[in-house]
């Protein structure tokens, strides 16, 4: 008995789409495609690449959008993410009781897969996080507001999934990163 090659396993990350769109994306992968379809559309990584660089990307992102939300005390790449949490990013709330208050300290953390990404990729996963300091669940006003702050954000979801489905199938792929050049916010 042979395992299924890599064009003919599930595709997990693309498991709620309609069939002809996985037919598709399986023949990308057959034919060896699928990356080089990304690498045409997303030419280039973008230059986020420290902790405190990713901490400006997402306040100006929070700053633009959600200049009413509570405040977020850190923001950082997290190695251990997609292994532990089977996530991309998360948003933690960590309330401490000081004196007679309830304090509480919000944390975004994306995964350290999404530092060598184009800059698409990372700001739909920080509209992602920042969409659940005001919406917990992933509702309908949880959407819209992730598409009010990335007008894209669907098509950026797919292609982010589309990603992840080459990860599994061939590896990472190698974007030209931006070598040199200083971090760029969420507008270029």
Same mark, same amino acid.
């Given at each position: 008995?042979?395992?299924?090659?890599?064009?003919?396993?599930?595709?997990?990350?693309?498991?709620?789409?309609?069939?002809?769109?996985?037919?598709?994306?399986?023949?990308?992968?057959?034919?060896?495609?699928?990356?080089?379809?990304?690498?045409?559309?997303?030419?280039?990584?973008?230059?986020?690449?420290?902790?405190?660089?990713?901490?400006?990307?997402?306040?100006? /992102? @929070?700053?633009?959008?959600?200049?009413?939300? *509570?405040?977020?005390? $850190?923001?950082?790449? =997290?190695?251990? +993410?997609?292994? #532990?949490?089977?996530?991309?990013?998360?948003?933690?709330?960590?309330?401490?009781?000081?004196?007679?208050? /309830? @304090?509480?300290?919000?944390?975004?953390?994306? *995964?350290?897969?999404? $530092?060598?990404?184009? =800059?698409?990729? +990372?700001?739909? #996963?920080?509209?992602?996080?920042?969409?659940?300091?005001?919406?917990?669940?992933?509702?309908?006003?949880?959407?819209?507001?992730?598409?009010?702050?990335?007008?894209?954000?669907?098509?950026?979801?797919?292609?982010?999934?589309?990603?992840?489905?080459?990860?599994?199938?061939?590896?990472?792929?190698?974007?030209?990163?931006?070598?040199?050049?200083?971090?760029?916010?969420?507008?270029?």
């Amino acid at each position: 008995m042979s395992l299924p090659s890599a064009s003919q396993r599930p595709l997990k990350y693309l498991s709620a789409y309609p069939a002809q769109v996985t037919a598709q994306v399986q023949q990308l992968l057959a034919d060896g495609q699928l990356g080089t379809v990304l690498l045409r559309k997303y030419p280039s990584a973008h230059a986020v690449r420290t902790d405190k660089a990713l901490y400006d990307y997402v306040m100006d /992102l @929070k700053n633009t959008y959600l200049r009413n939300a *509570a405040p977020i005390n $850190k923001v950082s790449f =997290d190695s251990k +993410l997609q292994v #532990i949490a089977h996530a991309l990013g998360t948003h933690t709330t960590v309330s401490r009781v000081q004196g007679s208050k /309830l @304090k509480a300290k919000h944390e975004i953390r994306i *995964a350290t897969l999404f $530092k060598e990404v184009p =800059d698409a990729f +990372l700001r739909m #996963i920080a509209v992602h996080e920042l969409a659940h300091l005001k919406e917990r669940n992933h509702d309908k006003a949880f959407y819209q507001l992730c598409t009010y702050m990335e007008p894209d954000y669907h098509q950026l979801e797919f292609d982010v999934r589309l990603y992840l489905t080459h990860i599994d199938a061939a590896g990472k792929l190698a974007w030209p990163g931006l070598a040199g050049s200083p971090a760029s916010g969420p507008g270029g």
